[in-house]
């Protein structure tokens, strides 16, 4: 008589662990511009869906700093960030962060991009699809 026992891996999955829901498609989003406008419009969540805001990287050619802000439409502020420039006091640095738990977008909401100056400003956000 023999016992034995199996191991079995679970997949992998690419949003955070934990209560997922599927909705039958890949849950991962990612969104990149240039722009110089003083409004830019980041994402808008879809209807049905959350968008959560997990990873942020932000730059500027521009020589000097950029004040940038995101925000819904409704004036509220998820974050603000000074970013230098080439030529200001302080060596050019890209912002990037990697959050854990994010920020989220509510269903039918748009996240903008404040750069009141119209400074040269990159940007690259990425994050998951959740249920509202």
């Given at each position: 008589m023999g016992l034995g026992f199996s191991l079995a891996s679970s997949?992998?999955?690419g949003y955070p662990a934990g209560a997922a829901v599927s909705m039958g498609e890949n849950p991962l989003w990612s969104h990149g511009k240039r722009s110089t406008a003083p409004v830019e419009t980041v994402f808008t969540a879809p209807t049905g869906r959350?968008?959560?805001?997990?990873?942020l990287s932000l730059t500027t050619r521009y020589d000097w700093s950029a004040d940038i802000e995101l925000k819904l439409a409704d004036g509220t502020i998820l974050g603000s960030w000074i970013i230098n420039g080439a030529h200001s006091s302080h060596s050019a640095v890209p912002v990037s962060m990697s959050m854990?738990?994010?920020i989220r977008v509510p269903q039918g909401q748009s996240l903008f991009l404040h750069n009141p100056a119209g400074r040269d400003v990159a940007f690259t956000a990425?994050?998951?699809?959740?249920q509202p």
């Open positions: 997949p992998a999955v959350d968008m959560i805001l997990t990873d854990t738990s994010g990425s994050g998951y699809y959740a």
